[in-house]
């Protein structure tokens, strides 16, 4: 990972960029503060700037960056993100960034307002406004960037009646705002501006939910348009668009830059039973935020019609697998194609409790019309990662699993999603303080990662952290171990431009030599969770900002296994946990065994099993004890668990082993067995030793002497054995006399087995 810190554009200006403030009551503060203290791996990059004038100090936290603002509102979006970072180009401006975010300058009083800020790349200054009024009391914050390079702020109202609110730059650069018609009773708003097909008109894509016609948690998800000047002389359409009933927050719209083509994205609950594919329930499914499909519609006339919409992921119930959650991302690239990358929460074949849908494993999941479709009519869905792994010490908080808040991008002929996550498959203690006292929700510190394609979104490079800010056991309530560095709620702005002479860059690579860079915002939180949720402290956090250098994807192999222990009661994904099975004597039992290569190399690899107790060979997989698994869309394998193998195992005991997966040089993976032998007893006639099933005979009276005294192989069914029949696990002198006598003393015979 390389920081480095861009010098000017301009052949005059100063290497800092120079902020010129809207003068907040919260006053001024300088942008850098200093770091001398922490080790240089820790050291965020704004050190290296000299002090200037604007709303925000480093507060020394980990995260890489400069600073724009403060703010006391961590949380900044519920559900998708939508943009809150554009970008654009305009004469005499050159390159600009746009960031909107929520601006709360203290912990009780003054709720979050709408802010902007504005950097202009070759004129080495940023401006910085409050776009909402005074007194009002805003829930979201999203921005949109006009042709001519105006930016569109865009959030809803809380204060009641409920809204969603469009300001609109008055002229490029200029950073100031009038306000566009209201949407009264849509919140949450995501929007996009496209230019008008042959009318040379500005149209506002607007989609959001309709609060005003809500029932429960069930909300209309509507889609309108403000066509027309955005000056406030344009129209709404009237009435909306109904384009389905959801119960979460997870939706997004992309639009063309050629054509009329727009996309609305939208996760919804699966179909009722007897309705068509493509009909989310309106009633609500039992687990209502979670049960989810993932669904789009597109328009190819800028909204004015709409093809039948599609269910890109059509689950089935009764079928383990994933469910998508209530976040996602959407795009349309530059060939035209739309693009979605969203969180997708494991699933179990019956969602019987809390226990069993609640879990924070997930995938980040991804999908591109390029893709197409599979013979079912599924989308041919990509993983990016492979976020399988328990978080037993903290986690992200309210509506956060592994994986959340990502943000899809195009850049220099490649694809990339960037998204928070929280702890990994080898870190498991990036934890607040307060995590080991009881308190994990929202204690995980966040770390912003992503991963690059490079051929349309069929693979992925290794997921790369940007933001590395490791802080066990921080504390930033009392100060005592120091600040957290939760690194979270990022946004990334559409596409990568090739302007590389500003700002701070984060490289991956550490050693990239090209000139496309995307943007990416984000809260540096120094108390992780969200304050709204309860979670942490009130805090003065930063909004920080860098450039993302848009390297090549890094080649890494990464397999990815489950076993359907379904049947058994056990969740499906927790391969790395012991299942308990209980096999029938002399009876086999299946269980499939699941390999994706969600990695971009070929993965080589060599599956054998090891066995503790019980009669060797107990334990096999077939078909396969050793292959090769290919990267692309031919990536899985299926084989199969044998339990209980040929039915050699037929008396009662616990058997253990595993089976292993040693993928050479990168890595092994271990699936612990249990298996239960249970039901008849081996035991069909007592006495008879050998278990010939004949006897007792004098063949059974040598066994039994040739075991006890002279080393002799042991019985095959110890019951039998039990001649005396009083329980002892293993045979003893009385079990031999007892024999004795009834075969040469007249004594009785053994009892009959049960």
């Known amino acids: 990972m390389r920081y480095v810190q861009k010098g000017s554009c301009s052949m005059i200006a100063t290497v800092a960029i120079l902020l010129f403030a809207f003068m907040a009551a919260s006053g001024n503060v300088v942008l850098a503060t200093d770091q001398s203290s922490l080790p240089q791996e820790n050291r965020s990059v704004a050190e290296t700037l000299p002090a200037t004038q604007g709303l925000g100090s480093d507060r020394l936290s980990l995260g890489p960056g400069l600073v724009l603002a403060n703010t006391y509102r961590d949380r900044q979006a519920i559900g998708a993100m939508g943009r809150m970072i554009d970008r654009g180009w305009h004469i005499p401006h050159g390159h600009m960034v746009h960031t909107t975010w929520l601006h709360q300058p203290d912990s009780l009083i003054t709720g ?111 889609y309108t348009r403000y066509i ?50 493509t009909c989310s329930s309106s009633t609500g499914r039992p687990y209502s935020d979670r049960d989810n499909d993932l669904y789009f519609q597109i328009s190819y006339d800028q909204g004015a019609t709409f093809a039948p919409r599609i269910n890109l992921t059509r689950n089935v119930d009764g079928e383990d697998g994933y469910r998508p959650y209530t976040e996602l991302s959407a795009l349309i690239s530059s060939n035209n194609d739309l693009h979605v990358g969203w969180n997708d929460r494991y699933w179990p074949t019956e969602a019987g409790g809390e226990g069993d849908t609640d879990a924070l494993q997930c995938r980040m999941s991804y999908w591109a019309e390029g893709l197409g479709f599979e013979p079912d009519n599924r989308g041919r869905i990509r993983t990016v990662a ?81 933001t590395n800010s490791y802080a066990p056991e921080c504390d930033s309530a009392t100060g005592i171990v120091g600040p957290c560095a939760s690194e979270h709620w990022a946004s990334v702005t559409r596409y990568g431009s090739p302007l590389d002479c500003y700002g701070v860059v984060v490289d991956p690579s550490g050693s990239y030599s090209g000139d496309h860079y995307l943007d990416v915002q984000y809260i540096d939180d ?28 890094v080649p890494y192999p990464r397999m990815a296994i489950s076993v359907d222990w379904d049947e058994v009661g056990c969740p499906w994904w927790k391969w790395w946990e012991p299942c308990l099975v209980e096999v029938q004597p002399s009876t086999e039992r299946e269980f499939p065994l699941y390999m994706e290569n969600v990695g971009n190399l070929t993965i080589d690899y060599t599956v054998w099993t090891e066995e503790d107790n019980g009669p060797p060979g107990w334990l096999h997989v077939e078909p396969f004890t050793t292959g090769s698994l290919p990267t692309g869309l031919a990536n899985a394998d299926t084989g199969t668990i044998v339990i ?110 049960m």
């Open 112 to 222: 979050p307002a709408l802010w902007y800020g504005g950097i202009f790349g070759e004129e080495d200054r940023y401006n910085a406004v409050q776009v909402s009024p005074f007194g009002a009391y805003f829930g979201s914050a999203n921005i949109t960037v006009t042709h001519d390079d105006r930016a569109v702020v865009l959030g809803h109202l809380e204060n009641l009646p409920q809204s969603s609110n469009f300001f609109a730059e008055t002229l490029p650069g200029s950073s100031i705002f009038t306000p566009v018609t209201a949407a009264n009773g849509l919140i949450w708003p995501k929007a996009i501006w496209q230019e008008a097909m042959f009318t040379g008109d500005s149209i506002l894509h607007v989609l959001a939910l309709d609060a005003a016609n809500s029932s429960g948690d069930a909300y209309p998800l509507v």
């Open 228 to 277: 027309g000047s955005l000056s406030g002389l344009g129209v709404w359409d009237s009435p909306p668009y109904v384009v389905d009933t959801v119960f979460g927050f997870g939706f997004d719209l992309a639009a063309s830059v050629f054509d009329g083509k727009i996309a609305l994205v939208w996760i919804a609950n699966l179909p009722d039973p007897g309705d068509c594919d």
């Open 386 to 466: 492979d976020l399988n792994y328990p978080q037993p010490n903290c986690n992200g908080g309210m509506y956060q699993l592994n994986g959340a808040k990502m943000s899809v991008s195009e850049c220099d002929d490649k694809f990339y999603l960037t998204w928070t996550q929280f702890n990994s498959r080898f870190v498991d203690d990036d934890c607040a303080s307060r995590a080991g006292e009881g308190d994990p929700d929202g204690s995980a510190n966040g770390e912003i990662y992503s991963s690059a394609s490079d051929n349309g979104g069929i693979t992925w490079g290794y997921p790369q952290t940007l």
């Open 526 to 553: 120094v108390d992780p969770g969200s304050i709204i949720e309860n979670e942490g402290t009130w805090q003065l956090n930063s909004l920080k900002w860098f450039r993302l250098a848009c390297t090549d994807p």
């Open 644 to 753: 209980n193998w040929n039915g050699v195992a037929y008396e009662s005991e616990l058997l253990t082993g595993r089976v292993i997966i040693d993928y050479h040089d990168d890595g092994v993976d271990t699936i612990p067995i249990e298996a239960q032998v249970i039901g008849m007893s081996c035991c069909v006639i007592r006495g008879d030793i050998n278990h010939s099933g004949s006897g007792p005979d004098i063949a059974d009276l040598v066994y039994l002497v040739a075991y006890m005294f002279s080393g002799g192989a042991e019985p095959p069914c110890m019951e039998e054995a039990n001649v005396n029949n009083d329980g002892s696990p293993v045979p003893d002198i009385a079990d031999l006399v007892y024999l004795v006598n009834y075969m040469f003393g007249g004594g009785p015979p053994p009892a009959p087995c």
